[in-house]
């Protein structure tokens, strides 16, 4: 009988050409009858001999495939060398932790290659774990996503994480509140916009217009005119834990303040793809409103969102005063960015006069020469990968709108600046987002990192502990990161790394947790529909 099943996606730029499969593990006890027999047999394996030093030492063979490529294990899990591979990601495979093996202690593995799929048996000290490489394209893993989406990741229309009741069991999972809940929800819009704007498929515009109404209501449930919640939970919900929470007249939900300007970016970033790709009439009347109470909000308060309490919230500040401050001149280049891009969204959306007005009147006091430094002034130890991903979801309406030719050289420096950055996280929405905003030609290398990168993101995204700082093929920068964690110099494959959405930095080598949460992933179909939309991705 099978304990579990967790999926894994994975996918191999052959040198024949474009191969997508993505990797499935599957996991038994010992005893299982389904359990072929030479799994069973006593371990042949023999020392590793080969010219080329694993990911972790006193590695055995133990099987080869037909491609020449071969399995080796040890009591620190399996890895797999394919010699002919041609990106480092493929050439060595290393499998480690729960999201793969039942267990470390590798004893025996056995290939099995006589079907349309690739199985690899993999016997451990306590059980049986089947990896297997079937063929699917990013499209068919693109609509698995989105189908978990809906089984186990909306709660009130907002799309987040969700925790499970029972480490690894998905039947025992269940929604609660997060601070980012808008952010989160503004980019599962903005990948079924893309996603409608590419197939037209019904489903796309009615989940897009779903997220869309929460985004709406997020604004309408604080009763006060531009100033949205983080979150809300119903009554009838487990009371919340940390943050401020307001109850609603009706006594029916309590929302969630102190917003920040996570969500300010996100909503922005939103409103604007749906009413350029897939609003009606009616919609864009109802965004021209809310765009611009946001907006108003802002310009009445001094560029701050303000709270119930009548002062800005803690990271909700784009004010000259606020730049003044020790933390402010810090944050000045990247909120430049961002009130810069929401001055000239709500022009865009709305057409009225002031919003150019006011932007105008930020660029004048020196709001775009203080963008020319985001990045530039960050320590190596001190890299905010949040802050990267409030740049890009930023840099792309504010590029998309500006025709200005002064002001768009002084935004493509900035960028292009930041793109050569980040270059090495082979993150494929930054990439695209440079692109399709004139920073740089999306190259071949490119494409195909981009691609290699959204194959090799898994789809089991349960928080499994992941462990890589004892393997002896990667290299440690001297700088920790700004939580003083030790950070690699170079990311591995998304599938050996800890799950993150694009806010998390990619080089750390260990994270996760007991496999209590698992990710909504949205995070892979935004850049998968936006590449499909710009051509991109086939």
Same mark, same amino acid.
């Given at each position: 009988?099978?304990?579990?099943?967790?999926?894994?996606?994975?996918?191999?730029?052959?040198?024949?050409?474009?191969?997508?499969?993505?990797?499935?593990?599957?996991?038994?006890?010992?005893? %299982?009858?389904?359990?072929?027999?030479?799994?069973?047999?006593?371990?042949?394996?023999?020392?590793?001999?080969?010219?080329?030093? &694993?990911?972790?030492? &006193?590695?055995?063979?133990?099987?080869?495939?037909?491609?020449?490529?071969?399995?080796?294990?040890?009591?620190?899990?399996?890895?797999?060398?394919?010699?002919?591979?041609?990106?480092?990601?493929?050439?060595?495979?290393?499998?480690?932790?729960?999201?793969?093996?039942?267990?470390?202690?590798?004893?025996?593995?056995?290939?099995?290659?006589?079907? %349309?799929?690739? @199985?690899?048996?993999?016997?451990?000290?306590?059980?049986?774990?089947?990896?297997?490489?079937?063929?699917?394209?990013?499209?068919?893993?693109?609509?698995?996503?989105?189908?978990? *989406?809906?089984?186990?990741?909306?709660?009130?229309?907002?799309?987040?994480?969700?925790?499970?009741?029972?480490?690894?069991?998905?039947?025992? $999972?269940?929604?609660?509140?997060?601070?980012?809940? =808008?952010?989160?929800?503004?980019?599962?819009?903005?990948?079924?916009?893309?996603?409608?704007?590419?197939?037209?498929?019904?489903?796309?515009?009615?989940?897009?217009?779903?997220?869309?109404?929460?985004?709406?209501?997020?604004?309408?449930?604080?009763?006060?005119? =531009?100033?949205?919640?983080?979150?809300?939970? %119903?009554?009838?919900?487990?009371?919340?834990?940390?943050?401020?929470?307001?109850?609603?007249?009706?006594? /029916?939900?309590?929302?969630?303040?102190?917003?920040?300007?996570?969500?300010?970016?996100? +909503?922005?970033?939103?409103?604007?793809? #749906?009413?350029?790709? *897939?609003?009606?009439?009616?919609?864009?009347?109802?965004?021209? /409103?809310?765009? %611009?109470?946001?907006?108003?909000?802002?310009?009445?308060?001094?560029?701050?969102?303000?709270?119930?309490?009548?002062?800005?919230?803690?990271?909700?500040?784009?004010?000259?005063?606020?730049?003044?401050?020790?933390? &402010? $001149?810090?944050?000045?280049?990247?909120?430049? !960015?961002?009130?810069?891009?929401?001055? /000239?969204?709500?022009?865009?959306?709305?057409?009225?006069?002031?919003?150019?007005?006011?932007?105008?009147?930020?660029?004048?006091?020196?709001?775009?020469?203080?963008?020319? +430094?985001?990045?530039?002034?960050?320590?190596?130890?001190? !890299?905010?990968?949040?802050?990267?991903?409030?740049?890009?979801?930023?840099?792309?309406?504010?590029?998309?709108?500006? @025709?200005?030719?002064?002001?768009? @050289?002084?935004?493509?420096?900035?960028?292009?600046?930041?793109?050569?950055?980040?270059?090495?996280?082979?993150?494929?929405?930054?990439?695209?987002?440079?692109?399709?905003?004139?920073?740089?030609?999306?190259?071949?290398?490119?494409?195909?990192?981009?691609?290699?990168?959204?194959?090799?993101?898994?789809?089991?995204?349960?928080?499994? &502990?992941?462990?890589?700082?004892?393997? *002896?093929?990667?290299?440690?920068?001297?700088?920790?990161?700004?939580?003083?964690?030790?950070?690699?110099? /170079? *990311?591995?494959?998304?599938?050996?790394?800890?799950?993150?959405?694009?806010?998390?930095?990619? #080089?750390?080598?260990?994270?996760? =947790?007991? =496999?209590?949460?698992?990710?909504?992933?949205?995070?892979?179909?935004?850049?998968?529909?936006?590449?499909?939309?710009?051509?991109?991705? @086939?």
């Amino acid at each position: 009988m099978k304990q579990w099943l967790l999926i894994v996606g994975l996918g191999f730029i052959c040198l024949t050409g474009f191969a997508q499969t993505q990797k499935f593990a599957t996991h038994f006890p010992s005893e %299982s009858i389904e359990v072929p027999f030479p799994v069973r047999q006593k371990p042949n394996g023999e020392p590793w001999t080969g010219t080329e030093t &694993g990911p972790v030492p &006193g590695l055995k063979l133990f099987a080869t495939e037909k491609s020449g490529a071969v399995w080796l294990g040890g009591v620190q899990g399996a890895a797999r060398f394919d010699p002919q591979a041609r990106h480092r990601w493929d050439r060595w495979q290393y499998f480690y932790g729960r999201r793969w093996l039942l267990d470390d202690d590798v004893q025996n593995i056995w290939t099995d290659e006589s079907g %349309s799929a690739r @199985k690899i048996w993999v016997r451990t000290r306590t059980g049986v774990s089947l990896i297997e490489w079937r063929p699917m394209t990013l499209e068919q893993k693109a609509k698995l996503f989105d189908d978990r *989406v809906e089984k186990r990741h909306v709660r009130h229309g907002m799309v987040a994480g969700s925790h499970l009741g029972a480490a690894g069991d998905l039947s025992t $999972s269940f929604q609660n509140d997060n601070d980012n809940d =808008g952010l989160w929800t503004a980019m599962y819009l903005s990948a079924q916009v893309y996603r409608y704007a590419v197939t037209r498929e019904p489903d796309a515009r009615v989940k897009a217009q779903r997220a869309l109404r929460l985004l709406i209501r997020l604004e309408e449930i604080t009763g006060k005119p =531009g100033f949205f919640a983080r979150s809300f939970v %119903s009554m009838d919900e487990p009371r919340p834990q940390g943050g401020e929470w307001h109850p609603t007249p009706d006594g /029916k939900w309590l929302w969630k303040g102190d917003t920040s300007s996570d969500e300010s970016v996100g +909503h922005y970033y939103a409103y604007a793809l #749906y009413f350029d790709l *897939v609003a009606n009439k009616a919609e864009k009347e109802e965004i021209r /409103k809310v765009v %611009s109470r946001l907006t108003d909000h802002m310009i009445e308060n001094d560029y701050d969102l303000i709270d119930l309490d009548g002062k800005p919230t803690r990271w909700g500040q784009w004010s000259e005063r606020y730049f003044q401050t020790e933390e &402010g $001149s810090y944050e000045a280049a990247l909120r430049s !960015i961002e009130l810069l891009a929401f001055l /000239k969204t709500a022009h865009h959306i709305t057409g009225q006069k002031k919003y150019a007005d006011a932007y105008q009147d930020r660029i004048r006091r020196g709001y775009a020469e203080h963008m020319r +430094h985001y990045r530039r002034w960050a320590g190596g130890g001190e !890299i905010n990968f949040s802050d990267d991903e409030l740049a890009y979801l930023s840099y792309d309406p504010l590029l998309r709108y500006e @025709k200005d030719a002064k002001l768009r @050289k002084i935004y493509l420096d900035g960028l292009r600046f930041t793109s050569e950055k980040i270059r090495p996280d082979m993150n494929p929405l930054w990439n695209y987002i440079s692109a399709a905003s004139g920073a740089g030609r999306m190259t071949r290398e490119l494409r195909e990192e981009s691609a290699l990168t959204l194959e090799r993101i898994p789809m089991d995204l349960i928080d499994w &502990g992941v462990r890589n700082s004892h393997r *002896v093929d990667v290299e440690f920068e001297k700088d920790k990161d700004r939580f003083g964690q030790s950070q690699l110099i /170079k *990311v591995l494959a998304p599938d050996e790394r800890p799950i993150g959405k694009w806010n998390s930095n990619p #080089y750390r080598p260990n994270g996760g =947790g007991n =496999g209590s949460e698992e990710d909504d992933g949205a995070f892979f179909l935004l850049p998968y529909w936006m590449g499909r939309y710009h051509g991109w991705v @086939k």
